[in-house]
């Protein structure tokens, strides 16, 4: 991967081994972890595009009937995995250009990453766990906060996932001392540097 900086906060990656033509990023994928801001991001940067918003966690809830909460705690992580592995091969093949924000978790299984990056530009929404343990303030609705320290656990699965988030982005936004309307502003940026201009 190659690795060249564009602006204060933003780094682009290369895929180098990807075949030519191997991807049509019609989509906008953001990713990164929770408290990262992905989904309000997404949704002005959708309104922004014109495009549909899809968020992962929602389409979870949407076709479950059931809270991230209670799927969590009735039928465990591994269901809620396997639930958002089906939303996410939906979002990804949807036929329409959308934004789609992507729970912390989803890039950690190797089919949804490369089912986003066949079909989508991939930002990665980065942040320091200290901004985002303020973000993300007690934990509620987020099962995997509760019961221990956020900062502990946000620690944890930041070390965790930041090489996978890494592998799989073509753009690293560095979010911890931007406000929201700048990071949709970087993210519209990059995204019609790299995919709009290029049509
Ligand atoms: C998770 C993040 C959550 C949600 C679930 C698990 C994770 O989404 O998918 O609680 O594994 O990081 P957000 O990143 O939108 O909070």
């Not at 991807?23 to 990164?32: E, M, N, P, S």
């Not at 408290?35 to 809830?61: F, H, N, Q, W, Y």
């Not at 929404?125 to 019961?147: K, T, W």
């Amino acid at each position: 991967m190659s690795y060249c900086e564009i602006t204060v906060g933003i780094s682009m990656h290369s895929h180098s081994n990807e075949p030519a033509g191997s991807r049509v990023a019609r989509h906008l994928v953001l990713c990164g972890m929770m408290g990262s801001g992905k989904s309000t991001v997404g949704a002005l940067c959708a309104r922004a595009i014109g495009v549909p918003m899809i968020d992962t966690d929602e389409l979870v809830v949407a076709q479950s009937g059931r809270s991230v909460d209670t799927i969590f705690e009735e039928l465990g992580e591994v269901e809620f995995r396997r639930l958002e592995a089906i939303a996410v091969a939906q979002a990804a093949a949807a036929p329409d250009a959308s934004v789609i924000a992507c729970g912390g978790g989803v890039m950690t299984q190797a089919a949804n990453r490369e089912a986003l990056r066949k079909t989508g530009f991939v930002v990665w929404l980065d942040a320091s766990v200290e901004v985002l343990a303020h973000r993300v303030g007690s934990g509620i609705g987020r099962p995997l906060l509760q019961g221990a320290e956020p900062i502990a656990v946000l620690t944890r699965l930041d070390t965790i996932r930041r090489p996978v988030y890494d592998q799989c982005a073509d753009v690293r936004i560095e979010t911890s001392a931007m406000s929201r309307a700048e990071t949709v502003r970087a993210v519209l940026d990059a995204f019609e540097a790299r995919v709009i201009n290029d049509r």
